[in-house]
């Protein structure tokens, strides 16, 4: 079992940063593929990034986010990032992360076993 706890979401205007972190429970931690995941009002949750298990060899990235979202972890620390740079109106969205038993991370929302609650961030023009 895994806990999943976001923070670090918040108000932004346009062409801001924000850094989100993912702070997990157990001991496990590094044997997950961890992803980012966000949802805006009256969409279906979309892929964000994803980031391989055990230091996290291998990044994925949604078209839209690449170059402005940076994904990492620290294993040590139990903890997921999203970096997120050059902030956009269309950001804005509760972002989730999850942690999926495929180690080298998944696009696809489905294949994740755990979720967090969700922080919101709302980029303003």
């Known amino acids: 079992q895994v806990q999943l706890v976001e923070s670090g979401g918040g108000p932004v205007q346009a062409g801001g940063s924000l850094r989100l972190s993912c702070a997990a429970s157990?001991?496990?931690?590094?044997?997950?593929?961890m992803g980012w995941f966000r949802q805006a009002p009256g969409k279906e949750r979309e892929f964000v990034a994803a980031?391989?298990?055990?230091?996290?060899?291998?990044?994925y990235y949604a078209g839209s986010v690449k170059g402005r979202f940076t994904i990492s972890r620290d294993d040590a620390k139990n903890t997921a990032y999203l970096q997120m740079i050059g902030l956009k109106p269309e950001d804005t969205a509760v972002y989730y992360c999850?942690?999926?038993?495929?180690?080298?991370?998944?696009?696809?929302?489905?294949?994740?076993?755990?979720w967090g609650q969700g922080t919101q961030v709302t980029v303003s023009s």
């Open positions: 980031i391989s298990w055990s230091g996290g060899k291998h990044l």
């Open positions: 999850a942690a999926t038993k495929h180690s080298s991370g998944s696009y696809s929302y489905i294949d994740y076993d755990y």
């Open positions: 157990g001991r496990t931690f590094s044997s997950y593929g």
